[in-house]
């Protein structure tokens, strides 16, 4: 997640100012995903993303929101790192406390 948090935020500007130029018409403003984004920013800053991103808009979607919403990098791989680790432990944990979940994969 770290891999791809890293190459999307230092190469995000650059492909921003590509696809702006390329595109042919202009962007849906409002989709639903734009508005959970939205809502998340508004309500939590970039927690919110963090914590979302995981779950609903996978590490390059998390942190291409991260970087429309002009976030310092230092503070999305803060926040992304956090995420990560803290759904990987809670996974984890899951897997190994639930035994029937345990049985799937061994």
């Avoid at 921003?16 to 959970?36: C, D, G, I």
């Avoid at 956090?82 to 799937?104: D, K, N, P, V």
Wanted: charged residues 15%; aromatic residues 16%; without cysteine.
């Amino acid at each position: 997640m770290m891999l791809a948090v890293m190459v999307t935020t230092y190469t995000g500007e650059l492909v921003r100012r590509l696809v702006s130029r390329y595109r042919r018409t202009p962007a849906r403003r409002f989709s639903r995903l734009s508005r959970l984004a939205v809502k998340a920013w508004r309500r939590f800053g970039m927690m919110g993303i963090a914590i979302l991103t995981p779950l609903l808009f996978t590490p390059i979607g998390g942190t291409v929101i991260a970087v429309a919403f002009r976030v310092p990098r230092t503070t999305i791989f803060f926040w992304m790192l956090l995420s990560a680790l803290f759904l990987g432990g809670l996974l984890s944990y899951l897997t190994y406390q639930l035994t029937f979940i345990r049985a799937w994969f061994m």
